[in-house]
């Protein structure tokens, strides 16, 4: 379950090289992001503080997401582009 708004679905994005170590997990409706060995605050509902708790009116609500903008330079160089 999602410790943020309760969603059922659930993503495996990682899995730690050492078996049994960790794992990454996103929820499919608000994209909370977490690793298992987060303190509980983080990883589970019970403990995920009220106040950032979020419903789907608030995840309906939320802004977009900025877009990265463009390199001010070529980012292998470190120059400035003119
Ligand atoms: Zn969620």
Redo the contacts with the bound molecule.
Sequence with gaps: M??????QE?HRLATSPVPDTWEVW???????TWRTTEPARRSSREAYPERFR?TQSD?DAAPEVPTVPPLAGDARTGTESR
């Design positions: 999602c410790p943020r708004c309760a969603w659930l996103q929820c499919t409706r608000c994209l909370y979020m995840i």
